[in-house]
């Protein structure tokens, strides 16, 4: 098994667990992922800015099991549950945060993880009841009340910080 494989410009190397990590992706972040690999939880990812490590936002694709990839490179992906079968790549070098669903265990967490600043607003539009601001500028709305708040905790993080 190659210790290093070069796809493209990237660099990714060999973890002991036999999952090949982008070269930027930190070692704790990396042996993060091997253990819900192997117990095959759900997780919860947060991407972001590992200068700053604020982050990111995003909603989709952040939800599931780690998985693997076939192929002789094979690299850490995030499937819906265990059953399904694939998935997309993780970029393991942007994570900033990493929980656990079912405990809520922070499995990976940088001290400065920043998650931004989500807030319930009223809706501006007829239709939406409210409004989730994602520091200070709009993200979502939704049409029935209560939805903004539960949606906000989610993606702070709130709902898994135990």
């Known amino acids: 098994m190659q210790s290093s494989f070069k796809i493209g410009q990237t660099i990714h190397n060999l973890h002991p667990s036999g999952f090949y990590f982008h070269s930027e992706t930190p070692t704790p972040v990396a042996d993060a ?8 939880t759900r ?3 947060f991407y972001g800015d590992t200068a700053t490590y604020d982050s990111w936002g995003d ?12 192929g002789p490179c094979k690299s850490p992906l995030i499937i819906h549950n265990a059953r399904s ?3 997309g790549s993780i970029l393991t070098h942007c994570i900033v945060a990493m929980f656990h669903t079912g405990t809520g265990r922070a499995l990976y967490r940088h001290p400065q993880f920043n998650p931004g600043t ?3 607003i009223p809706s501006d539009m007829p239709g939406y ?3 989730a601001t994602h520091n200070g500028e709009l993200h979502a709305r939704f049409k029935k009340p209560g939805q903004a708040g539960r949606y906000c905790a989610f993606m702070r993080g709130t709902r898994f910080a135990k």
Do not use: Q, Y
């Open 85 to 87: 079968m694939g998935g």
């Open 129 to 131: 009841s409210e409004a």
């Open 59 to 70: 909603e989709f694709d952040i939800l599931g099991t780690i998985g693997r990839s076939m």
């Open 118 to 120: 989500w807030d319930v």
């Open 43 to 45: 997780v919860r990812l």
């Open 33 to 40: 992922i091997v253990l819900p690999h192997r117990c095959k």
